[in-house]
């Protein structure tokens, strides 16, 4: 079992920054994929941003060019930095492990509880 456990959200004014963690308990990033997740009030969960066991990168494209993902392997810690946040990004981040791949939801085993980011104009 794996626990996943997100942090870094807070409330900030449109136009900062903020990097999210996302802390595995054990080391999974050779052989899983990991995505951020992103659910704002009222919509649906979507999947913002993955980082491939190779460490090559997927973007949503409204997250393009603001987003990073990265990871540490040496923390067993998984980021994603955001920056010119935007109102519109308000919601919950969460962080998830794909085994098979990050294509469908049904494709990730494990899944933290999220951190909650708003985003003030």
């Known amino acids: 079992q794996v626990q996943l456990v997100e942090s870094g959200g807070g409330s900030v004014p449109a136009g900062g920054s903020l990097k999210l963690s996302c802390v595995s308990s054990r080391y999974i990033f050779s052989s899983y994929c990991m995505s951020w997740f992103r659910q704002a009030p009222g919509r649906a969960r979507e999947a913002v941003a993955t980082?491939?066991?190779?460490?090559?990168?997927i973007y949503a494209t409204s997250t393009k060019g603001r987003f990073t993902i990265s990871q540490d392997n040496a923390k067993n810690t998984l980021y994603l930095e955001i920056t010119d946040l935007k109102p519109e990004d308000t919601g919950t981040y969460s962080c998830?492990?794909?085994?098979?791949?990050?294509?469908?939801?049904?494709?990730?085993?494990?899944w933290g509880q999220g951190t909650q980011v708003s985003v003030s104009s």
């Open positions: 998830a492990a794909g085994g098979q791949g990050c294509y469908t939801d049904s494709d990730f085993v494990y």
């Open positions: 980082i491939d066991s190779d460490g090559s990168t």
